[in-house]
């Protein structure tokens, strides 16, 4: 079946630094795929998204590029704050399964002034 | 978001009684869906609904069930909770294309 996989965390880095969090999936034929990001007691909150292969999403400072021939999805930023301390989902909705979404582990992001 | 709340947002009740869960919405979309967030295992769909009435069931749906009567409110209800169903409770909501609209959660404590 279709499946997300995403780096282990926690990532701790210092303020400005570069980030870049790792995302494959597993699915037949061309899905979507999502960040979604988590600040500490809130919901998710959709970050960005693309919806076919070498398309970029990026929002925030934040992109990620489809990359079908990887099957991947890496999140990256140039420069990080204290205030991107999150967790980061990535998700697929595969073609035809009505709207679901698969979400990976999720990735805890630290950043340290 | 205001476009979806849920409530309550805190809860504890005994193991055995049942508890009900609500989310509602304004923005008049069609998917609405449950997930519970657990350390070490991410996001686990529970039920969703894709229309009034039409509900259909998750990866952890056991012990589980939903109603849709309107197209803005989607109750989940834990029929005898069990402490296994401490968790966060998250309620989305989407019009299709897979962007979803997260509310803020319910902490359940059974104890």
């Known amino acids: 079946g279709d499946s997300v996989t995403q780096m282990e965390g926690p990532v701790t880095l210092s303020e400005e630094a570069f980030l870049t969090i790792n995302c494959t999936y597993t699915a037949t034929g061309y899905p979507s795929l999502f960040w979604y990001v988590q600040y500490p007691g809130e919901g998710l909150q959709l970050l960005l998204k693309a919806t076919k292969a070498d398309d970029k999403g990026s929002n925030k400072g934040f992109e990620a590029t489809y990359r079908k021939e990887t099957t991947s999805f890496h999140l990256e930023k140039g420069s990080v704050q204290v205030s991107d301390s999150a967790v980061y989902f990535c998700?697929?909705?595969?073609?035809?399964?009505?709207?679901?979404?698969?979400f990976g582990g999720g990735t805890r992001l630290m950043v340290k002034p | 978001d205001a476009g979806i709340t849920q409530s309550p947002r805190h809860k504890v009740t005994e193991t055995g009684t049942p508890v009900t869960l609500r989310c509602h919405q304004t923005?008049?979309?069609?998917?609405m869906y449950w997930y519970r967030q657990d350390p070490g295992h991410g996001l686990r769909l529970i039920h969703y609904s894709y229309g009034v009435k039409d509900t259909d069931k998750g990866e952890v749906s056991d012990g589980y069930s939903v109603s849709r009567s309107k197209t803005e409110d989607f109750l989940l209800t834990l029929e005898s909770a069990t402490s296994s169903q401490t968790s966060v409770y998250f309620c989305?909501?989407?019009?299709?294309?897979?962007?979803?609209?997260f509310g803020s959660g319910t902490r359940l404590t059974v104890v």
């Open positions: 923005e008049n979309h069609r998917y």
């Open positions: 998700a697929l909705s595969p073609l035809n399964a009505g709207n679901m979404l698969t």
């Open positions: 989305a909501i989407s019009e299709g294309g897979g962007g979803y609209t």
